[in-house]
């Protein structure tokens, strides 16, 4: 298939940035920093605590604001702990170089959201979060605010990604369901598409134990971000089971981790994304981390079956989930052409397959 003029950028184009300038970096890239529809964003060398978040508007500097809200410089180039409550702003070790007809956006990796850190990438004259408009030139810089763990990053970290795309790529409510009837993006017999997705419901029925989920844990040790299967389940989450009523109430300022019913499919020449919040279905938020690659859940790639693994967080009131309701919506966007490498096949994907499952961080 000829690539399109429109839609997100594959790994062999993202490569090309960096080898025509358009994208640079302080150091050569990980061997596995390029994604099949994203690239990784990693830690620069300081985080500057700050007294609160904010936005640079269209005429100042994120240095500028830097100079004024900044409470103190951590050094990260030995590892440093990030404490929960707290607001730090990192520049990153990737610069841009954007040219007119190509824009990008940001979004957590999916262990970031697994693990409650909040993170927003912002650029200089920033009028939006983890938005960079067409053109831009210049750094960027990292908001991460953990939210139930305090979490120990280094320089080099990756917790946040990058997507780039030409032009108009998403994909119309008549073109998604075609979409649907040819290569079932959701395991569902009806789907629900409106609002420019498909919809996604919350399975609180549980697996053969009863398992639904898990809540996280206050006052715990802290989470290094860069190690694999280090910690122990059980010091950090509270298993939760349906005990047959099929309905979980949230707790205002409590972080779970549920899983969808349906399983999700991504085609190759596609990339989704899930909506994080939907006032429609209630007052909670859903999914921090939402770039779905092309290949997920794509049985050639090793992914039958796949759901999707929800962050959820409820608001100022208690707010009851029941089973099967609606919990968000997947939005799906052309890829320019195919990645040479799908999710999964090859790239040890850690969340491929999957159903209800922690983030990598800790053992089972």
């Not at 073109?175 to 079932?184: A, I, M, V």
């Not at 053969?208 to 844990?217: A, H, T």
């Amino acid at each position: 298939m000829m690539a399109r003029e429109t839609g997100i950028l594959a790994d062999r184009a993202i490569a090309a940035l960096f080898e025509t300038g358009r994208l640079k970096s302080e150091r050569e890239l990980d061997r596995d920093q390029i994604q099949p529809a994203s690239l990784d964003l990693r830690l620069g060398a300081k985080a500057f605590r700050v007294r609160a978040s904010f936005m640079p508007g269209p005429s100042h500097l994120v240095s500028d604001k830097l100079d004024r809200l900044s409470l103190h410089v951590i050094d990260l180039s030995e590892g440093a702990v990030l404490e929960t409550g707290c607001v730090y702003i990192v520049p990153l070790m990737e610069h841009l170089d954007l040219p007119a007809d190509m824009s990008a956006s940001a979004n957590p990796k999916s262990s970031t959201g697994r693990l409650d850190i909040f993170t927003r990438v912002i650029t200089d004259y920033a009028q939006e979060f983890d938005k960079i408009p067409a053109d831009y030139c210049g750094p960027l810089y990292l908001e991460i605010s953990p939210r139930t763990f305090p979490i120990v990053v280094r320089r080099g970290s990756r917790l946040s990604q990058i997507r780039f795309r030409v032009g108009q790529s998403v994909l119309g409510e008549p073109e998604l369901l075609k979409l649907h009837e040819t290569e079932t993006l959701v395991a569902s017999k009806q789907p629900n598409i409106s609002g420019g997705g498909i919809a996604l419901s919350i399975d609180l029925t549980g697996d053969k134990d009863g398992l639904i989920g898990y809540r996280g844990k206050h006052h715990t040790a802290v989470v290094d971000v860069d190690k694999k299967a280090q910690h122990d389940i059980y010091d950090f989450w509270e298993p939760l089971y349906s005990r047959g009523r099929n309905e979980l109430i949230l707790d205002p300022d409590e972080f779970y981790i549920l899983v969808s019913r349906e399983a999700v499919h991504v085609p190759p020449h596609y990339a989704a994304e899930m909506t994080p919040f939907d006032p429609l279905v209630g007052e909670f938020r859903v999914h921090y981390a939402g770039f779905f690659d092309p290949g997920f859940g794509h049985a050639p790639a090793g992914g039958r079956g796949s759901r999707a693994v929800l962050e959820v967080r409820s608001h100022e009131v208690p707010f009851i989930l029941e089973d099967g309701q609606i919990v968000g919506r997947l939005i799906y966007e052309h890829m320019q052409e195919q990645p040479e490498s799908l999710y999964g096949s090859g790239l040890g994907s850690n969340y491929q397959a999957q159903g209800l499952k922690l983030s990598k961080h800790f053992r089972i």
